[in-house]
């Protein structure tokens, strides 16, 4: 074994041990500087896998000697140069993440340099510089040629036409709409309503449109809409817009879901011409977040609470109104905890204590503080309701006084229940 493969070896064995500081360096770092890649929640855990996989290559790669024409890029990063195709992220985006990971861990074993003995830096340099930009430059070949494929493809299809059409119209600049009704078929001057459709469980491509189908064919009953319009974001999700009809109203609190869907769905309000077709998906797509992610900075679904919630199995359906508040404050997600923790005190405190507490007390507050109307919704009995909401009350940072005016309660509440550990204590 050569002097540089045994100081090779040596550096990457230091760099193995810090990996999961690195790979979490670079989940932080790159949506910040590629605003392309700044996803929602289920987006990012593909790009968390890819970064995952990307740097234990890597690490393999330059320890072991690997020749480079045996490399082969990890399974999850063709997965996430695919998904980018579909939703028109541009390859440049998906490359200069590249080169950030590459300058990342480049950083990481030049600072343990002055470790090494002055006569080893230059030779371990030099080998670290060659295996890793070898690395670099076969993966991205093999990624960029994924990406290529998969847009070639998703562009030739129906569905790929249809999403062109509808990032250009969501895009918010100049479009011409007589074109995109026309490749759409699809009224632009309606009342709209959105929604975002994704699964309740793995599925097939093939079970997912299936399903899309069916709720399609069940909103447009229930809004008795003139008009659908179906739209893959990619292969795990999909959008639909319904125009609504002209006169009536549009019984948008009747949209459940139907019974035997396998699909979650997120409803946006309702809104007029383009500007309400753009709306309305932003508001879905915003509940969509809150309800796969808990906004702390790591990545976690709704299936990941299935352990703990016996309701997580099943789809559910939110509409933009039941959230509304929560989907103004989760921008700012230290602010909503300092807000929370601040109005709840000991009322903030992870567990299922504290969430039978804070459940029994926000439904007490919702019903007028009617001790018989809260024991009728939660099908308990009404002295149990009493006792619960004493001791909840009595962990608010003022007592009984909290809810002398009880705004900035009642609104931690509703932040905590949606938002979760993100923002308790």
Known sequence: MSTEQSLAIAAVDSLWDAREELIAGLVRVTPTQI????????????????????IVAALNFIKQGIDPDDLEAPTAALAYA???AQRDVPLSALIRAYRIGHSLVLDQAFARLDDLPPDDRVPLVLVLVRRSALFIDQICEQVGRAYERERERWVASRSGVRQQWVNELLG?????????????RYPLDARHVALTLWPAREMTSFDLIAAVEDVRAHAMAVLRARATLVVPTDEREARLWLALPA???????????PEGTLLHATV?????????????????AQVKEILTTRLDGTRTRLAGARKRDPRAGRPRWVHYAEVAPVALMAGDLPAVHDFVTATLGELAQTGPRG????ETLETFLTHHR??????QAM?????SVQYRVQQATALLPDGAHSLDDDFHVRAALLAAHWLGSAVLT
């Open 379 to 383: 099908n308990l009995h009404r002295n």
């Open 247 to 257: 006169t009536g109203g549009s019984q948008l609190e009747r949209l459940v879901a």
């Open 355 to 358: 969430a039978t507490l804070r």
């Open 370 to 375: 009617s001790y018989a109307a809260a024991a």
């Open 172 to 184: 918010g600049g100049p479009v011409d709409r007589a074109a995109a009704e026309r490749a759409l």
């Open 268 to 284: 946006g309000r309702p809104g007029a011409d383009l500007a309400g077709f753009r709306t309305s998906a932003r508001q879905a």
């Open 82 to 84: 695919r998904v980018l």
């Open 35 to 54: 605003a392309a890649l700044n996803h929602d929640a289920a987006l990012r855990s593909l790009l968390e896998a890819s970064i995952t996989e990307n």
